[in-house]
T-cell receptor, first 115, second 114 residues
Framework: AQKVTQAQTEISVVEKEDVTLDCVYE???????LFWYKQPPSGELVFLIR??????QNEISGRYSWNFQKSTSSFNFTITASQVVDSAVYFC????????????FGRGTSLIVHP | DAGVIQSPRHEVTEMGQEVTLRCKPI?????LFWYRQTMMRGLELLIY????????DSGMPEDRFSAKMPNASFSTLKIQPSEPRDSAVYFC????????????FGQGTRLTVV
């Protein structure tokens, strides 16, 4: 079975603060993929990043960075110098070889950035 | 590319009526997913197609729900008869292959059953 836990239901910050969204996953498969998606108030789901289980390198894209740690089964997402436009619900997802690579989503973390 | 296209964007229907949701995946993608999003249950998979064949329909709630993919460029999700508890946002997504590539989502269909 595969599972994704996003323990933070809602996070509220003031603009320019850094914020980290946590994601913990569970799987017995050795081959798997992790994803982050953003769902702004308009409702669409926007793909942000994919990592595979064999690549633990952290990644940075502008103000976004991701920390993948297999030792703690975590794939955390940090937004540096947050902006109001970052306000959205962020979903972490997992797909595994044993799960036919069907993405399983966490419950999401609602990020509210106040001006 | 136009992305995944879903129609209609919004649907309001009366309990007992038939509802059909439509999806056009990204050209060249051979995996297609239907998800339902509700506050109570989050994003849950309803059905997964690979090369137009249903691979996993374990998430389809009951016999009132059915999905088809007659060709690589079109899929439908039908609810008959609809019930108020079916009210949700239904997303269609497609990916290039089943090997862990990212899924791209349509804008969703917001269904309200009154």
């Amino acid at each position: 079975a595969q599972k994704v836990t996003q323990a933070q239901t809602e996070i509220s910050v003031v603009e320019k603060e850094d914020v980290t969204l946590d994601c913990v996953y569970e799987t017995r498969d050795t081959t798997y993929y992790l994803f982050w998606y953003k769902q702004p108030p308009s409702g669409e789901l926007v793909f942000l990043i994919r990592r595979n289980s064999f690549d633990e390198q952290n990644e940075i894209s502008g103000r976004y960075s991701w920390n993948f740690q297999k030792s703690t089964s975590s794939f955390n997402f940090t937004i540096t110098a947050s902006q109001v436009v970052d306000s959205a619900v962020y979903f972490c997802a997992l797909s595994t070889s044993g799960g036919s690579y069907i993405p399983t989503f966490g419950r999401g973390t609602s990020l509210i950035v106040h001006p | 590319d136009a992305g995944v296209i879903q129609s209609p964007r919004h649907e309001v229907t009366e309990m007992g009526q038939e509802v059909t949701l439509r999806c056009k995946p990204i050209s060249g993608h051979n995996s297609l997913f239907w998800y339902r999003q509700t506050m109570m249950r989050g994003l849950e998979l309803l059905i997964y197609f690979n090369n137009n064949v249903p691979i996993d329909d374990s998430g389809m709630p009951e016999d009132r729900f059915s999905a088809k993919m007659p060709n690589a460029s079109f899929s439908t999700l039908k609810i008959q008869p609809s019930e108020p508890r079916d009210s949700a946002v239904y997303f269609c997504a497609s990916s290039l292959n089943p090997g862990g590539t990212e899924a791209f989502f349509g804008q969703g269909t917001r269904l309200t059953v009154v």
